[in-house]
């Protein structure tokens, strides 16, 4: 999915302040997500992303060359992992430097989340931290 579209439709129906997930991948182009997130930002919204990958993403651990597809647009590559580790963790470095730079910026909390990590555990590292609102009296 184009992330940052998702997102530009989220903000035209989330009129209202509020906590606003977002759980995904990140596998995309960082500058028109960080346009829309800047919306979000600037809408008021308390944004929390949690940034999913699989281990074999994380790691390239892949030993065989191989077909790859890229399963959003369908686009195939033939690729020999060995000779594109490298150069595929050192961009995931960068990308994933460049997403928590953003989030800083922009004030999003920001939990990256391999997807072997069991929900529970995500969700009791999200949780405790946040302050609990006392309620407040509604104006008459």
């Known amino acids: ?8 439709q989220l903000a035209a129906l989330l009129p209202k302040r509020g906590m606003t997930c977002l759980i995904t991948d990140l596998l995309a182009p960082l500058e028109p997500l960080e346009r829309q997130l800047r919306l979000l930002s600037a809408m008021g919204h308390d944004i929390v992303l949690f940034h999913l990958m699989d281990r074999a993403e994380i790691e390239f651990t892949f030993e065989k060359a191989a077909h790859f597809r890229d399963i959003e647009t369908g686009t195939e ?4 992992p060995a000779a594109a580790r490298d150069t595929y963790l050192k961009n995931l470095h960068t990308h994933r430097a460049a997403i928590r730079s953003t989030c ?4 999003i909390e920001h939990h990256w989340t391999p997807t072997d990590t069991p929900l529970e555990r995500v969700l009791f590292d999200f949780l405790p931290p946040r302050p609990r609102q006392a309620a407040k009296p509604r104006r008459a």
């Open 1 to 8: 999915t184009a992330l940052h579209l998702s997102i530009r």
């Open 104 to 107: 800083e910026r922009l004030g």
């Open 77 to 80: 590559h033939y690729l020999d």
